[in-house]
C-alpha cells in the first residue's frame, strides 16, 4: 500500500540550530514532491517544490534534498528560530496535480 | 499568491443534516480541491474541481455523500450530506499556484466541523 511517512514526535530544537525533518514513502513515484507549513487553526503554507531530477533545493534558511532512490526527502531549517515554530507536511504528487499528504512533524523552537 | 476564503469558519450540526461550505478566490483559477483533516490525521485529498466539468473524486469519496459545485473560475461548494460523527474534521478547499508553477497549492483557512 501507499504510504508517507514524518515522524510522529515534535521536534524541539534550540534557537539558532539546524532542525532536519525526515518524510520518507513507498509505492509513490512523484515527479515532484513539496512541503509546506501548517500553523494551529491554519491551512498549509506552500514552502519549497523539489522535482526528481533535482538533488537539491534551497530557499533562504531552508533546504530540501530529494532522493528518488531512497524515496525520502530531508527537509532543513537552519539557524532556527522561535517562529518557525508549527508542523510541517510532506506532499508527493501522485498524477493531475494531486498531492498526498504526510501528517506532518511539530516543530518546536527554544529560545 | 491567491486569497482564499472560506464559509463558514466552524459549525456544529447534528447527525443527519447537510452542510454546505463555500470556498471563494479573488482570482480565476481552472484547478480547485477539497480536502479533510481528521484529527491527528494528514489532509486527504476529497476531489478536485475544474469549472465546467464533474468533479473527480479520489477512491474512499463518492459524490452522494460529498456534491461539490464549480460555477465558475473563482468559487466552488462542497456540501456533507446525511452526517455523523465520523464527518466532524477540518475541510479545506485549495487552488493551484497562479504564479511559480500550477504545482503548488494554496490553501483557504479551513471550516472545521463538529457533528453530534
Known amino acids: 500500500s501507499q504510504k508517507i511517512e514524518q515522524n510522529s514526535e515534535a521536534l524541539n530544537i534550540q534557537e539558532g540550530k539546524t532542525a532536519t525533518l525526515t518524510c520518507n514513502y513507498t509505492n509513490y513515484s512523484p515527479a515532484y514532491l513539496q512541503w509546506y507549513r501548517q500553523d494551529p487553526g491554519r491551512g498549509p503554507v506552500f514552502l519549497l517544490l523539489?522535482?526528481?531530477?533535482?538533488k537539491e533545493k534551497r530557499k533562504e534558511r531552508l533546504k530540501v534534498t530529494f532522493d528518488t532512490t531512497l524515496k525520502q526527502s530531508l527537509f532543513h531549517i537552519t539557524a532556527s528560530q522561535p517562529a518557525d515554530s508549527a508542523t510541517y507536511l510532506c506532499?508527493?504528487?501522485?498524477?493531475?496535480?494531486?498531492?498526498?499528504f504526510g501528517k506532518g512533524n511539530q516543530v518546536v523552537v527554544i529560545p | 499568491s491567491a486569497v482564499i476564503s472560506q464559509k463558514p469558519s466552524r459549525d456544529i450540526c447534528q447527525r443527519g443534516t447537510s452542510l454546505t461550505i463555500q470556498c471563494q478566490v479573488d482570482?480565476?483559477?481552472?484547478?480547485m480541491f477539497w480536502y479533510r483533516q481528521q484529527p491527528g490525521q494528514s489532509l486527504t485529498l476529497i476531489a478536485t474541481?475544474?469549472?465546467?466539468?464533474?468533479?473527480?473524486?479520489e477512491s474512499g469519496f463518492v459524490i452522494d455523500k460529498f456534491p461539490i459545485s464549480r460555477p465558475n473560475l473563482t468559487f466552488s461548494t462542497l456540501t456533507v450530506s446525511n452526517m455523523s460523527p465520523e464527518d466532524s474534521s477540518i475541510y479545506l478547499c485549495s487552488v493551484e499556484g497562479l504564479q511559480g508553477g500550477r504545482e503548488t497549492q494554496y490553501f483557504g483557512p479551513g471550516t472545521r466541523l463538529l457533528v453530534l
Open positions: 474541481a475544474n469549472q465546467g466539468s464533474e468533479a473527480t473524486y
Open positions: 506532499a508527493l504528487e501522485y498524477g493531475n496535480n494531486r498531492l498526498a
Open positions: 482570482s480565476q483559477v481552472t484547478m
Open positions: 523539489i522535482r526528481e531530477n533535482e
